[in-house]
């Protein structure tokens, strides 16, 4: 049951770096004219269309990793501390931390994009969102680290 | 009804988690602490080892982490609420504090991270 959901877990993580991903680079660099290369199509991709999924998936990416975070306590974290892997106790310690922050942060990135109204509050949004950015993709670069 | 009081409600909600996430998370704030050997919950911040030998803490790991979350989120909520009612004028405020609070927040997790480097 653990390795399901900490597959799920991992899943759901990969789809919402994505999506958010996309959304960063069209928040911070719209292209201006149609765009030609890849990079130029990957950010040319409409941002508040992806805020719900991001919003759902970050939501279902935390309840999976609440839920399996206690078969780690149990079964893994013993292990852990008896064979010395201190780097990945710290590692997962600071996922806790940037996940938690990153969800109080949910509703004004929330909001940010839910009326985005040309030119105002853009600059608000791109930071909020290059911010969002670093603390769901944080994780999973710690976790698969 | 304008969207103003949501936005300075959400704006205040994630610079206040963020800050009382860290406060929780120093200074040993759990709202409550879960057991997860055992299956249960308790009120507050516990140590297995205040309460049996500490060389048997092992059979009895405590869980802090939803407290300390439950602690921030508990926090913001009022503090959303508070700002909320206030004037419109200090949205700005509130949307620079959302941007500065919880990357000061990533800085000090990233500290208090530090003694696990150094083991």
């Not at chain 1, 993580?13 to 960063?24: D, E």
Request: hydrophobic residues 55%; glycine residues 6%.
């Amino acid at each position: 049951m653990a390795t399901i959901l900490l597959i799920l877990h991992g899943l759901v993580a990969v789809a919402l770096l994505g999506a958010i991903t996309h959304q960063t680079l069209a928040a911070c660099a719209p292209p201006r004219t149609k765009p030609l290369s890849f990079f130029g199509r990957f950010r040319a991709v409409p941002g508040a269309a992806f805020t719900n999924a991001v919003v759902v998936l970050y939501l279902v990416s935390w309840l999976l990793g609440a839920i399996v975070y206690l078969y780690f306590k149990i079964d893994v974290q013993p292990n852990l501390e008896r064979d010395r892997h201190w780097h990945a106790m710290g590692y997962l310690d600071l996922k806790e931390d940037f996940v938690a922050i990153g969800l109080g942060l949910l509703p004004s990135y929330w909001f940010c994009w839910r009326r985005p109204v040309d030119g105002q509050n853009a600059l608000i949004r791109a930071a909020v969102t290059i911010l969002w950015r670093s603390l769901s993709g944080g994780p999973f670069s710690l976790v698969t680290s | 009804m304008s969207a103003s009081p949501y936005r300075r409600f959400a704006f205040a909600f994630g610079a206040a988690f963020a800050l009382f996430y860290v406060v929780a998370r120093a200074r040993g704030f759990a709202l409550f602490t879960v057991y997860p050997a055992q299956g249960i919950i308790l009120l507050g911040t516990h140590r297995s080892r205040d309460i049996s030998d500490p060389v048997l803490d092992f059979l009895a790991p405590e869980m802090y982490w939803y407290g300390w979350t439950a602690f921030a989120a508990v926090g913001a909520l009022v503090i959303g609420l508070v700002a909320a009612l206030l004037p419109d004028r200090l949205c700005r405020f509130w949307a620079w504090c959302a941007c500065v609070v919880p990357l000061i927040a990533m800085i000090a997790s990233v500290y208090l991270t530090i003694p696990w480097f150094r083991l």
